[in-house]
């Protein structure tokens, strides 16, 4: 399970201060939504170790992540946009997600795995740049399958998407959180995606959340 | 924020490096002021008259190059034709074409037994004069390739204008002066001090054109001087105290610069104007400007072309020196800009990485050495700290001439490579912790593809100012060493006009081919690997 308990923040020269308590279970979506301004982007960056806490732990599975740098936490991101790196084909952006020294045989075969598994072996060569927001998703998707770390963050994933793509990127998102027992973390404005996906919701109010 | 890498390592070196380079200016600063302090030898040198000179000359050029560089950019980024991009790019090599190869095309064109005067012989019977020596002389050159330079900056400003700005003013339908006060002059306005001091450097620290187009004592500067002080007078006290009131005022004018916006790195944005035309009257005069720039930018450098491969070349190429001085130019060029390149990623790589205020200061100032120690003053440096150390001049000369044209270079490859680094660290930050990319990871997967064209441009810029340089070899060079430039001086001093010609044409075209193919190759080979 993913804690978060009383984690304190507030912006250098800004009076709002943030107080953030939450839980998220393995295998679950967890919504976190509010109105513009109220501190997602805050949150989403304090799991994500991008913004330190002045206090309050974060914990999974009883590890305090708090110390940890963004590179080493359990945590994999998934944006709206920029998930990719635009000059590197789909397969190069996979490839990131290995583990360092992965062997070259092995890494082939794990890339050309996941990439089958999500529909993606056809555009392993092609550059990201002309891949569409839909396949771009997917590619960004294949690699946190290939990271594989237990806590999925999504920021606002599928704003950029249009409806039947929209609808294919949400069950794949629900159906590997399951699969791989991610604790997936939904950060968003959007009721229906919130409503699709989520197995317990989070309202953010004057930078405290409550259950919804 | 923590969006930054953690990259301790990169910045680890980067500070070494930046001592290191600071440790050698030091060094070289350090030998000038103690030859300094030997006042028991007397010195002929007019300091005052020399420095009234280089001021006057200086703030001419940057006065004439202000305005020519804003009636040039005003007339490019409004007319539209086949061939802009050419010539756009045509004004960009300005930076890297040799101040030598300028000056010998001007003389051509305008000397004596120029094209111009042989003209005025045949159809009027006499010749119009002689604009080409002396300060006339001086400031055409230094208009011609500093006006071209502020023009390349002040068009990427004015093509940078949102084109919200320009759809507002377009609705409101402002008239072609007004549109000029209110758009595009603010656009242009925040740059003109940094670009003026820019060009005042340039210009104060200006060699070659002034040693070929000088035309005696009464127009030399405190650069020329000093070279004659060192190479023809043997007063080293003089040199040296030209080279103190050199570096004094350089640091006074970088002072009153750093003040203002960084105007070497062109802005982000591409040409996205919506069409908007101004009057009849306001095209006729860009059309008129446009004309007259290509005319008086390209002439020059046509004549040079003509010259070179219809004088002396075969005679020239047939010559065991000339390949000599060739093979030179080229290794040295081609040291010159790798090193450039690794001192400029090393310092760039580490500045990305730091988000302190104090530290990105302390990694960008090495970088600025050549504006306050100019080309003749820091080989002076290096000509005092080799006596010094008991070594000879003649052994160490390749390697001083190298690393002398790296440093002069490295301002501008720090201008080149940081800006792009800057906003892929700011930009991909988040991703790149995220995913838990290593250094070499960022630089070989992120970094390198994405910086192809600009380490080409970089390259090019510094293969280029090697290419060109007669500062720093003139001090050192010897009979048997010996680049391009010198042998064309060398050339003209002994009469040898068509061989100077022809060696002015091989700097030219191989100046063009790397400042053009140089980039595109890089491009290709970082894409070919992304």
């Known amino acids: ?212 | 924020m923590l969006t930054l890498p953690h990259r301790p390592v990169r910045i680890a070196l980067s500070i070494t490096l930046a001592l290191a380079i600071a440790g050698l200016i030091i060094a070289v600063l350090w030998a000038i002021l103690a030859a300094a302090t030997d006042t028991a030898t007397p010195s002929r040198v007019d300091i005052p008259h020399l420095l009234r000179m280089t001021s006057i000359q200086a703030g001419l050029t940057t006065i004439f190059s202000l305005a020519v560089g804003m009636a040039l950019a005003w007339s490019l980024n409004r007319l539209r034709f086949p061939g802009r991009d050419l010539v756009v790019g045509l004004f960009s090599a300005a930076i890297v074409t040799p101040g030598m190869v300028v000056a010998f095309g001007l003389l051509s064109i305008w000397g004596r037994n120029g094209w111009i005067n042989e003209a005025s012989k045949a159809i009027f019977g006499f010749p119009l004069g002689n604009p080409a020596f002396g300060l006339s002389g001086i400031l055409l050159a230094h208009v011609i390739l500093d006006g071209a330079f502020a023009a390349r900056i002040l068009l990427a400003r004015l093509d940078a204008i949102p084109a919200s700005r320009l759809k507002v003013g377009q609705s409101l339908a402002l008239s072609t002066s007004q549109r000029f006060r209110l758009i595009d002059w603010p656009a242009m306005r925040t740059s003109l001090p940094g670009l003026g001091a820019i060009i005042f450097l340039l210009a104060f620290t200006s060699f070659p054109i002034v040693l070929l187009l000088g035309g005696g004592p009464a127009n030399q500067t405190l650069e020329v001087a000093i070279y004659s002080a060192v190479r023809l007078d043997f007063d080293l006290v003089g040199a040296v105290r030209l080279a103190l009131t050199q570096i004094g005022v350089c640091a006074i004018v970088i002072l009153l610069a750093s003040a203002s916006t960084n105007v070497i790195a062109p802005p982000h944005g591409g040409s996205t104007t919506p069409l908007w035309r101004d009057g009849a009257f306001a095209r006729a005069l860009q059309w008129l400007v446009l004309a007259l720039s290509t005319i008086g930018f390209v002439l020059p450098l046509l004549s040079v072309l003509i010259d070179g491969v219809t004088g002396g070349f075969g005679r020239v190429l047939v010559q065991p020196t000339f390949w000599w001085a060739f093979g030179t130019s080229m290794i040295i060029g081609s040291a010159s800009a790798a090193l450039t390149l690794v001192l400029a990623l090393a310092l760039c790589l580490g500045r990305s990485a730091s988000s302190g205020k104090a530290l990105r200061t302390l990694l960008g100032t090495p970088s600025f050495a050549y504006l306050a120690v100019p080309a003749v003053v820091l080989s002076l440096g290096f000509f005092l700290l080799i006596r010094n150390l008991g070594l000879a001049p003649e052994r160490a000369a390749p390697f001083v001439v190298i690393v002398a044209n790296s440093l002069l270079a490295l301002p501008f490859a720090v201008a080149t490579l940081g800006p792009p680094l800057d906003a892929i660290a700011h930009a991909r930050g988040k991703l790149i912790r995220s995913l838990g990319l290593s250094g070499w990871q960022q630089f070989w997967s992120v970094e390198y593809p994405l910086l192809g064209k600009d380490i080409g441009l970089m390259l090019a810029l510094a293969f280029c100012f090697s290419l060109g340089d007669l500062g720093v070899i003139a001090l050192f060079g010897t009979q048997d060493f010996q680049t391009l430039p010198l042998m064309m001086f060398r050339a003209l001093g002994a009469y040898r006009g068509n061989d100077a010609a022809a060696i002015a044409a091989i700097l030219l075209i191989g100046t063009i081919l790397a400042f053009v193919g140089l980039p595109r190759l890089f491009e290709r080979i970082a894409h070919a690997r992304g």
């Not at chain 1, 308590?21 to 982007?41: L, N, Q």
């Not at chain 1, 635009?86 to 990439?115: F, M, P, Q, W």
């Not at chain 1, 629900?174 to 973390?185: A, E, F, Y």
């Open chain 1, 1 to 212: 399970m993913l804690e978060a308990e009383h984690l304190v923040f507030a912006h250098p020269g800004q009076s709002t201060s943030y107080d953030f308590s939450f839980t998220a279970e393995p295998g679950e979506v967890t919504a976190i939504s509010g109105p513009s301004g109220s501190g997602k982007s805050t949150l989403f960056d304090l799991v994500a170790g991008f913004l330190k806490p002045e206090s309050g732990t974060l914990a999974l599975d009883g590890q305090n992540l708090i110390h940890m740098l963004p590179e080493t936490r359990p945590v994999s991101l998934l944006l709206q946009a920029d998930n990719l790196f635009d000059h590197l084909s789909a397969e190069d952006n996979v490839a990131l997600g290995l583990s360092r020294g992965t062997h070259k045989a092995e890494a082939r075969r794990r890339i050309a795995d996941v990439l089958r598994q999500m529909g993606l072996s056809a555009l392993a060569h092609q550059r990201a740049a002309t891949l569409s927001g839909g396949q771009k998703q997917r590619v960004a998707l294949a690699r946190t399958l290939l990271r594989d770390r237990p806590v999925l963050l999504l920021d606002e994933p599928f704003s950029a998407l249009d409806d039947d793509t929209r609808r294919s990127i949400r069950t794949l998102v629900r159906d590997l959180t399951v699969r791989q027992c991610w604790h997936t973390i939904l950060v968003s404005h959007h009721a229906d995606d919130i409503a699709a996906l989520a197995s317990r919701r989070y309202q953010l109010k004057d930078g405290v959340l409550a259950s919804a």
